[in-house]
């Protein structure tokens, strides 16, 4: 089956930006729910945000501290996904993951890694002076 690939990691140093993509062949990445999860060094893989599918583009966020750094768009036409990432910290140092749900449009209320069924093997974020 396909799975998402993710890109644009690397390492940065605190309050720099950086923009990952995510992309999904054969994946109609503008109709179903897509998710952006990360998981730090020694942590539990945690939910970021989700950007619903279609007129149901809304974002949902699962971590409120981030909403005023972190911002996820949709380019269709070029079948992407991207999460901007502003005046990023080093507790953002992490492996970023993109997933998308199959058959729905609907971000789950809660982080729910069973809804998402297709995943990416992850990007690194590494933000250190």
């Known amino acids: 089956q396909s799975r998402m690939v993710e890109s644009g990691g690397g390492l940065v140093k605190p309050g720099e930006s950086l923009q990952l993509t995510c992309t999904g062949p054969g994946l109609a990445l503008g109709v179903f729910a897509l998710a952006w999860f990360r998981q730090a060094p020694g942590k539990k893989r945690e939910g970021i945000l989700c950007?619903?599918?279609?007129?149901?583009?809304?974002?949902?966020y699962y971590q409120g501290s981030l909403k005023d750094r972190f911002i996820v768009s949709r380019d269709t036409s070029k079948r992407a996904v991207f999460l901007q990432m502003n005046n990023l910290e080093p507790d953002d140092t992490a492996i970023y993951y993109c997933a998308t749900r199959r058959q729905s449009t609907r971000c789950p209320p809660d982080p729910d890694e069973q809804a998402f069924e297709i995943w990416g093997q992850g990007t690194q974020v590494t933000v250190s002076a």
């Open positions: 950007l619903g599918g279609m007129e149901k583009g809304t974002t949902t």
